[in-house]
């Protein structure tokens, strides 16, 4: 069965990926980002290759903007099947270096962000009495390192805030799926949030061994969202096999 999907963080790496992958199997997707250009050229492909797909410019910290961005999946195709949280940043840096505007933006798109999309979503799943939510966290929201305490804090946030959000569901019997995406290191632009030089240096030295593709991950979204509808795949872990 088609599904109609919303991607948040839609305009490159593993959004764009996913909503590529999605759309060339026939389910309508909805992209939202900041990068309107972007977006459009998304859209483009999407159609170029037969599928639908539709977008809106979307600050996922501005919490109208996102009730908008599920008004309109709704206006355009009816429903809303899947909603993935994915927008995120990763400008990582040690607390000594009070990079705290970073720190607000990450709590701000990586938390609040993730929220604002459930506070949207989640009405309309309930009249549907169906409907899930892929929250991507990260590798980062199992473990911590130096420098990326406040980016870990964001990702373990966002399996709490999914696992809270599964077993209120699973208890309502809302016919609800939960989803929690955990991914290792993706060749994609969120390294370029990196704003601290040695940080910076670090992480590249990593991807640049062992980022896989994020048509990997948007593999792994398929799959959560493919299984039948009494089995719930709470979350997947995946990363590069060379990554330690
Ligand atoms: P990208 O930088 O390629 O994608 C990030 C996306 O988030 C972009 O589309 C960007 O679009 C969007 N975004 C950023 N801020 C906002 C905002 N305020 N409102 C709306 N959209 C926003 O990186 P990835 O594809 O790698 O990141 C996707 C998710 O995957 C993130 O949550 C990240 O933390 C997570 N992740 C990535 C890993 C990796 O190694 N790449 C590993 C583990 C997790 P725009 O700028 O146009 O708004």
Redesign the pocket.
């Known amino acids: 069965m088609k599904k109609v999907i919303v991607i948040?963080?839609?305009?490159?790496?593993?959004?764009?990926a996913t909503a590529k992958r999605l759309a060339k199997a026939g389910n309508p997707v909805v992209l939202?980002?900041?990068?309107e250009q972007?977006l459009q050229a998304i859209v483009a492909d999407i159609e170029a290759i037969g599928g639908q797909a539709a977008y809106l410019v979307?600050?996922?910290?501005q919490r109208e903007e996102v009730q908008a961005l599920a008004d309109l999946a709704v206006e355009k195709f009816g429903r809303i099947d899947v909603w993935m949280n994915?927008?995120?940043?990763?400008p990582q840096s040690t607390f000594d270096q009070l990079k705290v505007a970073e720190w607000d933006r990450m709590v701000d798109?990586?938390i609040k962000?993730v929220l604002y999309g459930i506070a949207a979503a989640l009405p309309v799943m309930r009249k549907q009495q169906s409907g899930q939510f892929i929250n991507?966290?990260?590798?980062?929201g199992h473990v911590v390192h130096a420098g990326s305490g406040v980016y870990a804090g964001t990702?373990f946030a966002v399996r709490a805030i999914s696992d809270g959000l599964r077993q209120e569901e699973a208890a309502a019997g809302s016919h609800i799926r939960v989803t929690v995406i955990?991914?290792?290191?993706?060749?994609?632009?969120?390294t370029?949030?990196i704003t601290d030089a040695a940080a910076k240096k670090r992480i590249d030295a990593l991807?640049d061994a062992v980022?896989i593709a994020?048509e990997r991950i948007a593999e792994a979204v398929d799959y959560a969202i493919a299984a039948p509808e009494d089995t719930s795949v709470n979350e997947i872990l995946i990363r590069p096999t060379k990554q330690v």
Do not use: C, F, H, Q
């Open positions: 948040t963080g839609a305009s490159s790496g593993i959004g764009e939202a980002a900041r990068r972007r979307t600050d996922v910290t994915n927008a995120g940043l990763m798109v990586n962000g991507v966290s990260s590798v980062a990702k955990s991914p290792g290191a993706v060749a994609t632009e969120l370029e949030t991807y980022a994020p």
